[in-house]
């Protein structure tokens, strides 16, 4: 993975809804290589804001097969990035990108015949109205099924682009909105006196949940042999919809997913190695050795060291500060971004991973 930062120019800003806008980036004829992605990937960008460094990774909600190189972003409350990039960014303005990552895909090919289920809350959009062009731009013969879920019809990212998508490929996508809050509007009673709400919506109502991604499946039932399932969004709901597919007999290897937000509530409060831990570390061809206290992440001492590590989100829900550890044992807080076998070969967050036994070795 390459985790150098490459400075990128502002090439265009769209306001998607009232909290989400798309950047776009000019990536210069040098950096195309470098910047090649695939559907599902994301990037970090990271900006100096008050003497801190911050860093957000973004996913791309462009696709490979566009001309512009888009990442969408949602504002978050007290989120210093997002909002200074809803209030303040500006076309010509440079930005520090690092190149995109992540594993959120499966490979495609002109031959598969496959049925892709999708599911999106918010914001979890992005990546995947990417995977559903280049899946309509690659594979003809296989067929699209995409539930997303938003609060109400002001909320839905990309409504026109997926309805315009979703008409040119007619009979290969479908799109289920489901809605938890739908709009509603005063009307009837006498002279304006008792006047009822009533929502105009008439599609699905509530959370993307396990009953809910039931009712979806089992509306749109497969036609064909092979079937793929990706899943972005909050982790609450990430787990129903697995829930519900791996109570249906899907196994995990065709399920594929991206958590955007981590839930507070599945934190796991563990206890770590009393006092100092000896720790070596092997990370951009340097190796040396340090001592990591035991309330302190890998990443944090690799950080305080300026070595220049990876990293992205902090919380445990995207791979970019993902490590193998050669010995020892480590507590991580959340690893949803690791699958079960990654996390049996020794592969760690180091965002996420304390120390548990008093020496540590670490390879990038």
Known sequence: MNNQFYQLSVSNIIIETKDTVSISFQIPAELKTIFQFTSGQYITIKKEMNGKEERRAYSMSSSPFDQDFTVSVKKVKGGKLSTYFHDKLKVGETLEVM?????????????NRKSYYLFAAGSGITPIISI????????????????????????????????????KY?????????????????????FGAFKKSVSNWEGMKGRINDKNAAIFLDRYPSSTAESEYFICGPGNMIEAVIYELTGRGVDKKHIHQEYFFTDDNKKVQTESHNGPSKMKV??????????????KTILDVLIAMKKNPPFSCQNGACSTCMAKLIEGEVEMANCYALEEDEIADGYILTCQAKPKTPYLEVKY
């Not at 190149?99 to 090919?109: A, K, N, Q, W, Y």
């Open 132 to 167: 559903i062009k280049s899946i309509l731009e690659i594979e003809p013969k296989s067929e699209v099924f995409l539930l997303y879920g938003n609060r109400n019809e002001e909320n839905i990212i990309f409504k026109s682009k997926l309805d315009e998508i979703e008409k």
């Open 170 to 190: 007619e009979g290969q996508l479908e799109v289920q909105y489901i809605l938890s809050q739908p709009t509603e509007t005063k009307k009837g009673g006498l």
């Open 282 to 295: 092997t990370i951009n061809g340097e190796t040396f050795e340090t001592e990591i206290a035991a309330n």
């Open 99 to 111: 190149p995109p990552t992540g594993r959120f895909f499966t490979p495609l090919d002109a031959a």
